[in-house]
C-alpha cells in the first residue's frame, strides 16, 4: 500500500522532473503509455497532471506531494508548505507588447490608454496574478482606484473596471497580438520566442522555478512525514550535487599544508598516505564556482588531479519538518 501520492507535471519541465528523479535513485517505468508511472520506491504513488492543478489538488489532500511552479502556487492561491527550491523549469514571467508599440514600461502603457479612454486588453494563462499586478502598478491606482481589472473566460466575467480586460489565454499567447490583444502576461526563459514574435518585454514581474510542496495535513503524519523527508534528502542530494566537484589529487608531504589551506571542502578534506613514502592522497568535494580560483594553485603544489561530478550529495543529517507540523 503507497503511503505517499505524489504528483509530477506534464508538459515543458516534464522531462526535467523525470530526470531528476532518477538522477536520484528512483527507477522509472511506464512513462509514455499512461500519467500513472511506476517509481523504484512502491511506497510512493505517481501521477502525472498538469503543474496548474498541482498547487489546487496538493492543498485539497489529493496528493500529498507535488512538482509544480512557483508561479502556479500563486496563481492559485494554494496553501500548501514550499519544502524545496528544485531549481529546473526557470522562467521569468513578463509583460510584452508589439515592438512597434512606443512603450518602454508598463506604467507608461497604462497611462496613455487611460488617457486617450482606450480599453487595455491583455492575454494570459494567469489571470489572477496579471490583475493582482496591474492593480500593483502606480499608473493603474491613479486611473482607475482599487477597481478590478474585467477578466474574461468562455464561461465567466467579474471584475468591474472594462477600460482593463484580461482575456484568458489557451496557449500561443505570444500570437495574439497585435489584433486581438494590445499586450501578454507570459513566462520566458531567454525572450527569444517573444522577439521572433515581434514583441518586446516592459515589464518583468518575477521569476519562477519548480518547487516541492506539501498537503500541511500530510506533513503531520508521522509515517507520511518520514516518506517524506526521504524523498527531500534524495532531491537535495542531486540539487546540491549539480554544484559541486568531487577532487583528488596527490601532493608531497612539504606542500601538502600549503594545499590544504587553500583547498575548500564540506567539511574538511580526506588525506591518505601513499604507498610511496613522503606523498599524500587528497580528496575533497568543493564548489564549481571555486574550481577555476584554484587550479593554478593545485598546478604548482601537487600533481595528478581527477575531477568527478557528483551525481547525489546527500545531507545525512536529519531533515528538519518539525517547523511544518
Not at 126 to 151: E, F, Q, R, V, W
Not at 248 to 258: C, G, H, I
Given at each position: 500500500?503507497?503511503?505517499?501520492?505524489?504528483?509530477?507535471?506534464?508538459?515543458?519541465?516534464?522531462?526535467?522532473?523525470?530526470?531528476?528523479?532518477?538522477?536520484?535513485?528512483?527507477?522509472?517505468?511506464?512513462?509514455?503509455?499512461?500519467?500513472?508511472?511506476?517509481?523504484?520506491?512502491?511506497?510512493?504513488?505517481?501521477?502525472?497532471?498538469?503543474?496548474?492543478?498541482?498547487?489546487?489538488?496538493?492543498?485539497?489532500?489529493?496528493?500529498?506531494?507535488?512538482?509544480?511552479?512557483?508561479?502556479?502556487?500563486?496563481?492559485?492561491?494554494?496553501?500548501?508548505?514550499?519544502?524545496?527550491?528544485?531549481?529546473?523549469?526557470?522562467?521569468?514571467?513578463?509583460?510584452?507588447?508589439?515592438?512597434?508599440?512606443?512603450?518602454?514600461?508598463?506604467?507608461?502603457?497604462?497611462?496613455?490608454?487611460?488617457?486617450?479612454?482606450?480599453?487595455?486588453?491583455?492575454?494570459?494563462?494567469?489571470?489572477?496574478?496579471?490583475?493582482?499586478?496591474?492593480?500593483?502598478?502606480?499608473?493603474?491606482?491613479?486611473?482607475?482606484?482599487?477597481?478590478?481589472?474585467?477578466?474574461?473566460?468562455?464561461?465567466?466575467?467579474?471584475?468591474?473596471?472594462?477600460?482593463?480586460?484580461?482575456?484568458?489565454?489557451?496557449?500561443?499567447?505570444?500570437?495574439?497580438?497585435?489584433?486581438?490583444?494590445?499586450?501578454?502576461?507570459?513566462?520566458?526563459?531567454?525572450?527569444?520566442?517573444?522577439?521572433?514574435?515581434?514583441?518586446?518585454?516592459?515589464?518583468?514581474?518575477?521569476?519562477?522555478?519548480?518547487?516541492?510542496?506539501?498537503?500541511?495535513k500530510s506533513l503531520k503524519d508521522q509515517t507520511k512525514?518520514?516518506?517524506?523527508?526521504?524523498?527531500?534528502?534524495?532531491?537535495?542530494?542531486?540539487?546540491?550535487?549539480?554544484?559541486?566537484?568531487?577532487?583528488?589529487?596527490?601532493?608531497?608531504?612539504?606542500?601538502?599544508?600549503?594545499?590544504?589551506?587553500?583547498?575548500?571542502?564540506?567539511?574538511?578534506?580526506?588525506?591518505?598516505?601513499?604507498?610511496?613514502?613522503?606523498?599524500?592522497?587528497?580528496?575533497?568535494?568543493?564548489?564549481?564556482?571555486?574550481?577555476?580560483?584554484?587550479?593554478?594553485?593545485?598546478?604548482?603544489?601537487?600533481?595528478?588531479?581527477?575531477?568527478?561530478?557528483?551525481?547525489?550529495?546527500?545531507?545525512?543529517?536529519?531533515?528538519?519538518?518539525?517547523?511544518?507540523?
Amino acid at each position: 500500500m503507497p503511503t505517499v501520492k505524489f504528483a509530477v507535471p506534464k508538459g515543458s519541465i516534464e522531462e526535467v522532473t523525470f530526470k531528476l528523479l532518477e538522477q536520484a535513485w528512483q527507477h522509472v517505468s511506464g512513462r509514455g503509455r499512461t500519467y500513472r508511472v511506476k517509481l523504484g520506491d512502491p511506497e510512493i504513488d505517481v501521477k502525472i497532471l498538469r503543474p496548474q492543478e498541482i498547487p489546487t489538488y496538493v492543498q485539497e489532500g489529493f496528493y500529498d506531494v507535488g512538482i509544480t511552479g512557483r508561479d502556479w502556487i500563486l496563481e492559485a492561491k494554494a496553501d500548501v508548505e514550499v519544502l524545496l527550491d528544485l531549481e529546473i523549469g526557470r522562467v521569468k514571467q513578463v509583460i510584452a507588447v508589439p515592438s512597434s508599440f512606443p512603450y518602454k514600461s508598463l506604467d507608461e502603457m497604462i497611462a496613455d490608454f487611460a488617457k486617450t479612454g482606450r480599453t487595455l486588453r491583455v492575454s494570459s494563462e494567469y489571470l489572477t496574478t496579471t490583475s493582482m499586478h496591474l492593480k500593483s502598478n502606480a499608473a493603474y491606482k491613479k486611473a482607475y482606484g482599487n477597481a478590478d481589472p474585467m477578466i474574461i473566460t468562455p464561461w465567466l466575467r467579474v471584475g468591474e473596471n472594462k477600460k482593463v480586460e484580461i482575456f484568458l489565454s489557451f496557449g500561443a499567447t505570444e500570437a495574439k497580438p497585435p489584433e486581438d490583444v494590445d499586450a501578454i502576461f507570459d513566462i520566458t526563459e531567454t525572450g527569444t520566442t517573444l522577439a521572433q514574435n515581434n514583441l518586446k518585454i516592459i515589464d518583468t514581474v518575477a521569476e519562477s522555478t519548480a518547487v516541492l510542496v506539501a498537503n500541511k495535513k500530510s506533513l503531520k503524519d508521522q509515517t507520511k512525514r518520514e516518506k517524506i523527508a526521504d524523498m527531500i534528502a534524495l532531491l537535495r542530494g542531486v540539487v546540491d550535487g549539480r554544484k559541486k566537484l568531487h577532487i583528488f589529487v596527490n601532493v608531497k608531504k612539504e606542500n601538502l599544508p600549503k594545499l590544504l589551506k587553500e583547498l575548500p571542502a564540506l567539511k574538511r578534506p580526506t588525506v591518505s598516505p601513499l604507498s610511496e613514502d613522503g606523498w599524500f592522497g587528497v580528496n575533497t568535494v568543493i564548489d564549481k564556482n571555486e574550481f577555476i580560483r584554484i587550479v593554478p594553485k593545485m598546478r604548482k603544489l601537487a600533481q595528478g588531479l581527477v575531477v568527478l561530478e557528483p551525481k547525489q550529495i546527500l545531507p545525512l543529517d536529519e531533515i528538519n519538518l518539525d517547523g511544518y507540523s
